[in-house]
T-cell receptor, first 112, second 116 residues
Framework: DVKVTQSSRYLVKRTGEKVFLECVQD?????MFWYRQDPGLGLRLIYF???????EKGDIPEGYSVSREKKERFSLILESASTNQTSMYLC???????????FGEGSRLTVL | GNSVTQMEGPVTLSEEAFLTINCTYT??????LFWYVQYPGEGLQLLLK?????DKGSNKGFEATYRKETTSFHLEKGSVQVSDSAVYFC???????????????FGTGTQLKVEL
């Protein structure tokens, strides 16, 4: 069964802490994405990567960075977490030239 | 820019009722259109898609037709079940990201609750 796995389902962090969210896919997909999901706002794209070490900003990249050192792994980094980054974070992957995204189960981050 | 508008929820139906969830979009060019579903505690999964005007996507009894003239992609099901309770997201795909990536623009989601 194809799979996108996010390392943590639930995290609680304090303001100012550095946070790492990790995502691994086993489908050899070229593209990987980080979305943020908030009630009433739907899903918003933070960053995406189309190849190893390549990344592009999405709609809301401020306060976030990403790393893709290996094709199967895409990490989202919050350098200094703030309370307004409390949210559900969804990782996804896809082949090129297709809109079919495969999502992980999500990581719910609470920043106190 | 591109945008997707969905009807607000929650939508509450009795089992075996007919379902319609409205979705309209604004886009340049000719986007592909999608419905994703999110069951409680899970990530999103693709429900159906349509890649050009007048295409009908279908899966698990759900259907949606790509209507270019009304810029709509309404989701329908003839007889819903309790197991259909979930959040449904309409999305459009914007070709042209670097490296062949497809950016999906999502609607805000519509929660469906089906009761016995």
């Amino acid at each position: 069964d194809v799979k996108v796995t996010q390392s943590s389902r639930y995290l609680v962090k304090r303001t100012g802490e550095k946070v790492f969210l990790e995502c691994v896919q086993d489908m050899d997909h070229e593209n990987m994405f980080w979305y943020r999901q908030d009630p009433g706002l739907g899903l918003r794209l933070i960053y995406f990567s189309y190849d190893v070490k390549m990344k592009e900003k999405g709609d809301i990249p401020e306060g976030y960075s990403v790393s893709r050192e290996k094709k199967e792994r895409f990490s989202l980094i919050l350098e200094s977490a703030s309370t307004n980054q409390t949210s559900m974070y969804l990782c996804a992957s896809s082949r090129v030239f297709t809109g079919e995204l495969f999502f992980g189960e999500g990581s719910r981050l609470t920043v106190l | 820019g591109n945008s997707v508008t969905q009807m607000e929820g929650p939508v509450t139906l009795s089992e075996e009722a007919f379902l319609t969830i409205n979705c309209t979009y604004t886009a340049t060019g000719y986007p592909s259109l999608f419905w994703y579903v999110q069951y409680p505690g899970e990530g999103l999964q693709l429900l159906l898609k349509a890649t050009k005007a007048d295409d009908k996507g279908s899966n698990k009894g759900f259907e949606a037709t790509y209507r270019k003239e009304t810029t709509s992609f309404h989701l329908e099901k003839g007889s819903v079940q309790v197991s259909d309770s979930a959040v449904y997201f309409c999305a459009l795909s914007d070709l042209g990201l670097t490296g062949g990536g497809n950016k999906l623009t999502f609607g805000t989601g519509t929660q469906l609750k089906v009761e016995l």
